[in-house]
């Protein structure tokens, strides 16, 4: 089994930055895909982030340019800057690893907050 959590959620004023970070334990290894989904009130979860487990990185449309993701192999981590931050990005944030087989494992989620 694969075990996410996450950290660095939180409330900042519209522009400002926050950095999520999530860790991987078990059985997680570089051959999983890892990401970042948000969800927010009433609306369905969207991609974020996903870095596939041989580095290609991609980016939701509403958060490319501003947001970016970096992946550590030998601590099985993947953080998330977040800059020029709006209140659209209000959401809950959720951490993902795939295994190469397409088992999805999830976090528990991190809230963040834009708001003046």
């Known amino acids: 089994q694969v075990q996410l959590v996450e950290s660095g959620g939180g409330s900042v004023q519209p522009g400002g930055s926050l950095r999520l970070s999530c860790a991987g334990s078990g059985s997680i290894s570089r051959l999983y895909a890892m990401g970042w989904h948000r969800q927010a009130p009433g609306k369905q979860r969207e991609l974020v982030a996903a870095?596939?487990?041989?580095?290609?990185?991609s980016y939701g449309d509403s958060v490319k340019g501003r947001f970016t993701m970096s992946r550590d192999n030998v601590k099985n981590t993947v953080d998330l800057q977040m800059n020029s931050l709006k209140p659209e990005d209000t959401a809950v944030y959720f951490c993902?690893?795939?295994?190469?087989?397409?088992?999805?494992?999830w976090g528990q989620g991190t809230q963040v907050t834009v708001s003046s």
């Open positions: 870095v596939s487990s041989g580095g290609v990185t």
């Open positions: 993902y690893a795939r295994s190469p087989w397409g088992t999805a494992s």
